[in-house]
């Protein structure tokens, strides 16, 4: 947390504003706005929820399909199963670690020509900006128009990274962000979806409202949620946005070292490339091993030194409960989870704490070399 959260929480109670509506809620909707440059925001729940909702303002219904990046946290691919569609996932590139552009179109094109072998309408691409790093939006973009299908970003890991100079999240149709506690910065949970469209904004609100119709009695003509942000959280988030460009550069700073310490040691594990005009969050730290073998016997050792490395997200398409959802690609995604290592990258590591780490990986580094 920053220096102003706790005043701010303290003004929800002194107001007694202690509800899922209220001014810290229009506040922080109106600083996201104005922070992305995008014209409509609505502070939810969760991340997840925010998926749903953007969902199912595109619509997506039973049956239908939804194109997702395989390589993602759960909660995209979930959030699709809560409308009753169908995930179709979609192998990564290998400089951004994102939705392969080539693998989306043959996934669009093999869909389209067989409606015998896959009867439903595909009512949405779902990008992922994975670590932090902007998806290859410029072909996804184009493949949207060019095949008439909207984009949904999941922009959970994304907040301020930004792609030929725009937020990550305000690139496609629809955008959904995450603040829960892991995340650059967190309300401890919550989420929000934006969009250039005010209709779409007003109906997420809506039925993020257990789609309360208008009336002085409690009215309802369809099915709504309860998905609305805290007031309280809210006025969390409205601090953690005053110290988001700080967490941005800490996160960068992190990354940065870790680099300066491969290339020092001549080892050529890589990470997701940042193209011309594009600028990652940073939020990861993440890099590929040489092999799947040395990835875990330093992920061991660094355990072994009480410090934790996580391996990449396992794609969605290897897990159990969506193993038989089609998938279009390659090996990329896969590779990515067997060869990849995250490692310490909080915006609150100390000098101490990188030196723990650096002589974690270093004393690695001489064990394997002397074996070798
Ligand atoms: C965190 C995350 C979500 C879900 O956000 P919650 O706020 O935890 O529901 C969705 N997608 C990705 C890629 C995430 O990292």
Redesign the pocket.
């Known amino acids: 947390m920053g220096k102003e959260e706790l005043e701010l929480v303290q003004d929800a109670f002194a107001t007694n504003w202690i509800a899922p509506l209220g001014p810290h809620v229009n506040g922080f909707e109106e600083e996201l706005q104005e922070y992305n440059e995008v014209a409509h925001a609505a502070a939810l729940s ?4 925010a ?1 749903h909702l953007g969902l199912l303002l595109l619509d997506t219904q039973p049956g239908d399909y939804v194109l997702c990046q395989s390589f ?2 759960c ?2 691919a979930n959030a699709i199963h809560y409308t009753g569609a169908e995930a179709i996932f979609i192998d990564s590139e290998s400089r951004t670690w994102n939705m392969d552009p080539q693998a989306l179109e043959d996934a669009i094109l093999t869909i389209r020509k067989d409606p015998h072998k896959y009867p439903g309408r595909i009512r949405a691409i779902m990008p ?1 900006h ?1 670590y932090g790093m902007p998806a290859a939006m410029d072909e996804i973009m184009a493949l949207s128009k060019k095949h008439d299908i909207p984009v949904l970003e ?1 922009a ?2 994304s907040l301020g990274a930004t792609y030929r100079g725009q937020k990550t999240g305000t690139i496609g149709d629809l955008g ?1 962000y ?3 506690g ?2 650059i910065i967190t309300t401890s ?3 929000a979806l934006v969009a250039q469209r005010g209709e779409w904004i007003e109906r997420a609100r809506f039925l993020a409202t257990q789609a309360r119709d208008p009336a002085p009695h409690y009215q309802h003509s369809e099915i709504g949620y309860n998905y609305r942000l805290s007031n309280v959280l809210a006025a969390i988030g409205r601090g953690q946005l005053r110290v988001l460009e700080d967490r941005i550069a800490q996160r960068r700073a992190v990354f940065d070292q870790y680099v300066q310490w491969f290339s020092d040691w001549g080892l050529d594990w890589t990470a997701q490339e940042e193209g011309a005009a594009v600028k990652s969050n940073r939020w990861l730290s993440a890099f590929v091993l040489h092999d799947g073998g040395e990835r875990e016997a330093l992920r061991l050792a660094m355990a072994e030194e009480n410090i934790e490395c996580r391996p990449l997200w396992k794609p969605m398409h290897m897990q159990p409960i969506f193993s038989s959802q089609p998938y279009f690609g390659g090996k990329q995604c896969e590779e990515l989870f067997e060869r990849g290592l995250c490692f310490p990258s909080g915006s609150n590591l100390t000098t101490e704490d990188l030196e723990r780490i650096r002589q974690g990986i270093a004393s690695f580094i001489d064990k394997t070399n002397k074996k070798a």
């Open positions: 969760s991340g997840t929820a998926l993602t946290f909660g995209s992922v994975l999941d959970a890991e959904a995450s603040f829960n892991n995340k949970g919550g989420g």
